[in-house]
């Protein structure tokens, strides 16, 4: 990644605070100075590649099916919005094609979940417990975390192989430089 990131100016890395459950709160940022050898992305839906028309429509009666039962989700998520999402993450690929390495962590099922994504929600509900004790009770209840997290679980769904598999075809950068952790919901590398 050095060679396409070898700027020559401070980077402004933003954060946000999760604590805001329109997540509309002012970001915090620090700034690196260069040479930057290394950068380090936390994000959902980090390396997801669009799908064709067929694939999205394939997993809207397949994957997202069997998982929106799974998790007992409703029927709020309507395919406009996975299509939409679609749409935004072509803008995506120029970036993950500056990455040379992509580690990826990926929740497992145990043997008492159904569903691998069912981590993701007690993850977020512990992390926001955590917050909350430590900032005097500011931030989302039980229910809004699950609202929160019921938005962004059909990126997993539609587009969390794009890691693995890329963008129509065409091989990620880091193909050979690919790792995937599965990780249990007590956060041990399973696989």
């Known amino acids: 990644m050095a060679t396409k990131l070898s700027c020559r100016v401070s980077i402004r890395a933003s954060s946000m605070g999760k604590e805001i459950e329109s997540l509309s709160g002012l970001p ?30 394939s997993r809207w009666d397949g994957a997202w099916t069997k998982e929106r039962r799974r998790l007992g989700l409703g029927a709020e998520v309507r395919k406009e919005h996975v299509q939409a999402a679609n749409e935004v993450l072509k803008g995506y690929i120029e970036l993950w094609d500056m ?24 993850w977020r509900q512990e992390q926001e417990h955590n917050m909350k004790a430590l900032n005097g009770g500011r931030g989302m209840d039980d229910i809004a975390v699950k609202r929160f997290v019921d938005r962004y679980i059909p990126g997993y769904v539609f587009f969390g192989d794009g890691p693995e598999i890329g963008f129509n075809g065409v091989v990620p950068r880091w193909k050979g430089n690919f790792l995937r952790l599965s990780i249990d919901i007590d956060r041990h590398i399973v696989a």
Do not use: M
């Open 99 to 122: 990455f040379d390495v992509f580690i990826q962590l990926k929740p497992c099922a145990s043997e008492n979940e159904e569903s691998p994504f069912s981590i993701v929600y007690k």
């Open 28 to 57: 915090d940022a620090t700034f690196a100075r260069p040479p930057v050898d290394v950068v380090l992305l936390e994000g959902w839906c980090v390396g997801f590649c669009p799908i064709s028309d067929e694939e999205l429509h």
